[in-house]
């Protein structure tokens, strides 16, 4: 019986960061020919590292998250008393990494969106695994926000908690988009028209919407 080769680790990052940008930018349906040729490697190199495709798309989101995770710096978020000023530059910061890390972002995107190329049994696997990492993400920075605003009494923590959840994501798309269009924004004091408008939204959470008439 022929002796197996040891494993080459530099060679076995290749093909993960190839397959991260092959699945980024292609979905599910990049050829492992397509990534072995970014990998600079042999399709046969591809199959030596991992079983099959599926096992090269999973270990591929794997890499991308932990990447993400060593990098991401979560007092960004915890550390503001300012919630407006809080998701401003949050909102930067992501927009910056999603710029330093565009094929793990690209790849993390796709599975947040359920690419509809990828085996459904394999899909909610990965989703599970990209799920359950972005709650508990969520969590942390939501809680931190939380234990920082005074509620009222009669609410329920676990509620205010959800909508914040809610409002930060949607907020925080929105100032993406933002970002995306007005590059030149770097620093929070060019930003008067976007904090007036982000404090707005604030006054409308924290006194509603609608007029307080005396009884």
Avoid: C
């Avoid at 990052?13 to 979905?27: C, P, R, V």
């Avoid at 932990?66 to 915890?78: E, F, G, M």
């Amino acid at each position: 019986m022929a002796k197996r080769l040891p494993r080459d680790p530099q060679k076995e990052a290749a093909i993960l960061a190839a397959a991260i940008q092959a699945f980024g930018t292609n979905g599910f349906r990049a050829s492992t020919d397509e990534i072995a040729k970014i990998a600079n490697v042999s399709k046969g190199s591809v199959f030596r590292y991992f079983d099959n495709k599926k096992s090269l798309y999973t270990a591929a989101v794997q890499q991308a998250m932990a990447t993400l995770i060593s990098v991401v710096d979560l007092t960004v978020w915890t550390d503001s008393d300012d919630l407006v000023k809080m998701i401003i530059r949050a909102t930067q910061y992501k927009t910056a990494l999603s710029h330093q890390y565009p094929n793990e972002f690209a790849l993390l995107t796709r599975v947040y969106a359920h690419d509809p190329m990828v085996p459904v049994k394999l899909r909610n696997q990965v989703f599970e695994t990209f799920n359950k990492w972005a709650e508990q993400t969520q969590t942390a920075v939501v809680n931190s926000v939380v234990a920082k605003l005074k509620l009222r009494p009669e609410l329920d923590e676990q509620v205010v908690k959800r909508f914040l959840s809610m409002m930060i994501q949607e907020l925080s798309r929105w100032l993406q988009t933002y970002f995306e269009k007005h590059p030149e924004l770097k620093r929070i004091e060019d930003m008067t028209a976007i904090i007036d408008e982000m404090t707005a939204y604030m006054d409308m959470v924290e006194y509603g919407i609608v007029k307080q008439t005396k009884s």
